[in-house]
């Protein structure tokens, strides 16, 4: 993500929409590539999207400076879609579910099967979505934000042996998930 | 160092460059002594080159034009509000809370009545009966002869 310099957040926080809205441009594919990892569909990746810029606007004011305005932004995006991807599950119960598919085992032959079919993005995602959420934010704050153990730490409100013990999972499940690819092609 | 060790740290810190310069020495000692291992960190680098070529998507423009509109929205609301709230304040400087007014109305009515009243009866004329002073000045026991003196003729011959 861009740095935002503090008279921009200053001038954003006083109403002024031009400067909300360099932020926006400066914030927003963070924002929004996070929602749809998490949420896995474009329609509610937009919803989330939305609904992070609006706290932002509303909580400008009240934000202080106390902490770094990009941790702050990845928390309420990577929160905000965590909870959002939390009540899709509710509303929607027959969904594919992260920890089904993980349950299932990651060499499930139907989901492979389907993965071989995509193109190679295609078989990035699906082999994102072999993660649960935290899981997830996990590895994209590290591998897609550069973000530390201690940053990503702070970001999630997680101790730093939280993050490293979500992140070996992770990549466990995602080369468990790549070798049976692999086996099956 | 154990290969359970090495996978361990290979998948988390290692990768992540969060050792220490020593144990990264003592893990790269180990992987070029063994071949599994080796294997591993080889898939772990691949697996976080696919990730890092994962494709970033714009975010769609609809998103922004439904936050500005919004932002908008509620910023001519709030300027309705500070309007509303200034036309309120106004309202409740001319008419005061309802026990306020009232006790303010019923003292004035009463002050303008007081003042009316006393206007009416200071004009000369309003009453030409005798004054409470000479209906009782002639008022006196003399003996046994009660005498009453009510100032006017009438009364004298009917008493």
Redesign the interface.
Known sequence: MIEIPQSLLEDAALGDVRAFEEIYQAASGFVYNVALRIVRNSQDAQEVTQDVFMKIYHNLKSFGFRSAFRTWIYRIAVNTAIDRYRQILRQNKGRLDYDAVQAEGSCSPAVLEKASQLDNQAKLSKLLDTLNPEQKACVLLREIEGLSYRDIAGVLKIPVNTVRSRLKRARQALLQYARGEKGLT | MKCSKVC?LL???Y??A?LSKELCRKIDNHLEQCPACRL?KQ??DS??I???????????E???E???S???KE?SEKQKNVFGCAWEGLMRFLCPPRPAFVLITTSAVFIIILFVGKLILNQPGSFDTASSNDLFKDYRLNGFTETYNFGTEIEEYFL
């Open positions: 361990d998948k988390s810190d990768l992540d969060e591993l898939e772990l697996q976080r696919a990730l890092r070529g994962l494709k970033q998507q714009e975010a769609p609809q998103i922004w439904n936050v500005q919004a932002i908008l910023q």
